[in-house]
T-cell receptor, first 116, second 110 residues
């Protein structure tokens, strides 16, 4: 399968614990995005990378959240000291860099976080 | 601030009925417009997109959308829905970072 893959698909944790999600984008895609989606809402932008550089972060991304893409390939999203409000689906998407970029994002199936 | 609004939260139709889902955005500049679909248990995938040119764009599975610049709208249409169109539909706008509407859940009754 050459699509965007995310791991784990579902994580249940207790409040206060740290969790980490991994995203492997489509191999030739330079851009990688993280979104959060809660029930009844559309995906909310969190951050994006171009290669290993984190170019933009949403105000939604509090200092408990950190994302990395150390070698410009896979990315991790870590949430420290989780809170019940962090329960959501965390989506990763990738896209090729311009000029081949048509703006389309290719999404993974998401990592669902449940904080008890 | 830039935003994307979808007017219908949940739409229920019978097979063969016509569909129109509303989408409006607030931004005065040039935008790229998208509709994504999420079938039950699947990831988001692109349905269609508008960049420039003909404001009536056609996508997969018989869907089309019309960009009306004066109304800041990009409504999705399909003349005759099928049961397999049951899904959640998201309008998205590249501001340039991609922002999504809240989504419209479409249920098609067989």
């Amino acid at each position: 399968d050459t699509g965007v893959s995310q791991d784990p698909r579902h994580k249940i944790t207790k409040r206060g614990q740290n969790v980490t999600f991994r995203c492997d984008p489509i191999s030739e895609h330079n851009r990688l995005y993280w979104y959060r989606q809660t029930l009844g809402q559309g995906p909310e932008f969190l951050t994006y990378f171009q290669n290993e550089a984190q170019l933009e972060k949403s105000r939604l991304l509090s200092d408990r959240f950190s994302a990395e893409r150390p070698k410009g390939s896979f990315s991790t999203l870590e949430i420290q000291r989780t809170e019940q409000g962090d329960s959501a689906m965390y989506l990763c998407a990738s896209s090729p860099f311009a000029p081949t970029n048509t703006g389309e994002l290719f999404f993974g199936e998401g990592s669902r976080l449940t904080v008890l | 601030a830039q935003s994307v609004s979808q007017h219908n939260h949940h739409v229920i139709l019978s097979e063969a009925a016509s569909l129109e889902l509303g989408c409006n955005y607030s931004y005065g500049g040039t935008v790229n417009l998208f509709w994504y679909v999420q079938y039950p248990g699947q990831h988001l995938q692109l349905l269609l997109k508008y960049f420039s040119g003909d404001p009536l764009v056609k996508g997969i599975k018989g869907f089309e959308a019309e960009f009306i610049k004066s109304k800041f709208s990009f409504n999705l249409r399909k003349p005759s829905v099928q049961w397999s169109d049951t899904a959640e539909y998201f309008c998205a706008v590249n501001f340039p970072d991609m922002r999504f509407g809240a989504g419209t859940r479409l249920t098609v009754k067989p």
